[in-house]
T-cell receptor, first 116, second 117 residues
Framework: GAGVSQSPSNKVTEKGKDVELRCDPI?????LYWYRQRLGQGLEFLIY????????KSGLPSDRFSAERTGESVSTLTIQRTQQEDSAVYLC??????????????FGPGTRLTVL | AQSVTQLDSQVPVFEEAPVELRCNYS??????LFWYVQYPNQGLQLLLK??????LVKGINGFEAEFNKSQTSFHLRKPSVHISDTAEYFC???????????????FGQGTILTVHP
């Protein structure tokens, strides 16, 4: 498959635990985005990577959230000391990155995070 | 800041009927406009996008949308729907070049289209 993949597909954790969510973008895509969708709400932007740098982290809701990317490949989103309000579907998208304003973003299937 | 409003959270229609899913946006600067679709148990998929030029944009699966700058709308239409069009549809915008948006999408809340036989 040449699409964006995410793992795990589902994650159930207890409040206060740390979680790591993984995204494998389409090969050759330099731009990578994380979004989240909480129940009954639209998708919210979290962070944007161009290569392994993150010029826009403006959507990260708190300092419990962090993300990194290795080169132009895998990205991990880490949530520390999870809270119930972190429960959501976390979506990753990648695009060619040549002109991110108009490039099509290709989305992965998402990770459904449930914090008990 | 920009925002997107999808006026209908759910739209039920019968097969072969026409459908319109409404989307309005608000932004102090020019935007690019997108419609994405999410089929059950699948990821988001781009239906169509408006970048410039003709205000009528044709997408996949027979869908089209019309950009209306004066009404700040980008409604999605299909003249005859199929059962397989049952899905959730998201309207989204991104700011045009010149800012620091880097193409990040601002989404509406989604419209669930249910096509009945």
């Amino acid at each position: 498959g040449a699409g964006v993949s995410q793992s795990p597909s589902n994650k159930v954790t207890e409040k206060g635990k740390d979680v790591e969510l993984r995204c494998d973008p389409i090969s050759g895509h330099t731009a990578l985005y994380w979004y989240r969708q909480r129940l009954g709400q639209g998708l919210e932007f979290l962070i944007y990577f161009q290569g392994n740098s993150a010029p826009d982290k403006s959507g990260l809701p708190s300092d419990r959230f962090s993300a990194e990317r290795t080169g132009e490949s895998v990205s991990t989103l880490t949530i520390q000391r999870t809270q119930q309000e972190d429960s959501a579907v976390y979506l990753c998208a990648s695009s060619l990155g040549d002109y991110p304003f108009t490039d099509t973003q290709y989305f992965g299937p998402g990770t459904r995070l449930t914090v008990l | 800041a920009q925002s997107v409003t999808q006026l209908d959270s759910q739209v039920p229609v019968f097969e072969e009927a026409p459908v319109e899913l409404r989307c309005n946006y608000s932004s102090s600067v020019s935007v690019y406009l997108f419609w994405y679709v999410q089929y059950p148990n699948q990821g988001l998929q781009l239906l169509l996008k408006y970048l410039s030029g003709s205000t009528l944009v044709k997408g996949i699966n027979g869908f089209e949308a019309e950009f209306n700058k004066s009404q700040t709308s980008f409604h999605l239409r299909k003249p005859s729907v199929h059962i397989s069009d049952t899905a959730e549809y998201f309207c989204a915008v991104t700011l045009r070049a010149g800012g620091t948006s880097y193409g990040k999408l601002t989404f509406g809340q989604g419209t669930i289209l249910t096509v009945h036989p």
